[in-house]
């Protein structure tokens, strides 16, 4: 089981960054696509970004592209969120979460999960507040 922390969440100006980390332990790292969710206070979890198990591949939710990067460290055991031009809809708390690639792992496997149900492992997250 692999066991996710997120860090990075904060208060934030409108307009504002913010780099928000996930590290894993307990497993081989590049075994998991790696997504980031996020629960807007009286709003359902949604998808924000997902990354492939090699890092090649992303994809981003319409609302956050562009404004939005995830990548990953797969030696630190480590993914990031790099967040720019942040607004006061962005404030949520804010979820990492890990798919296990099953083998073999190569081009085919190496893509971004999008939906919830594929991810089976997530962290306790953390808190973004952008105020204006």
């Known amino acids: 089981q692999v066991q996710l922390v997120e860090s990075g969440g904060g208060l934030v100006q409108t307009g504002g960054s913010l780099r928000l980390s996930c590290a894993a332990s307990?497993?081989?790292?590049?075994?998991?696509?790696m997504g980031w969710f996020r629960q807007a206070p009286g709003k359902e979890r949604e998808f924000v970004a997902a990354i492939s198990w090699s890092g090649g591949s992303t994809f981003y939710a319409d609302s956050v592209k562009g404004r939005f990067t995830v990548s990953r460290d797969n030696a630190k055991n480590t993914v990031y969120r790099q967040m720019n031009s942040l607004k006061s809809e962005d404030t949520a708390v804010y979820f990492c979460?890990?798919?296990?690639?099953?083998?073999?792992?190569?081009?085919?496997?190496?893509?971004?999960?999008?939906?919830?149900?594929?991810?089976?492992?997530w962290g306790q997250g953390t808190r973004v507040t952008v105020s204006s």
């Open positions: 979460a890990a798919h296990m690639v099953e083998q073999p792992r190569n081009y085919y496997s190496d893509y971004p999960r999008v939906p919830q149900y594929e991810y089976n492992n």
């Open positions: 307990g497993v081989t790292f590049s075994s998991y696509a």
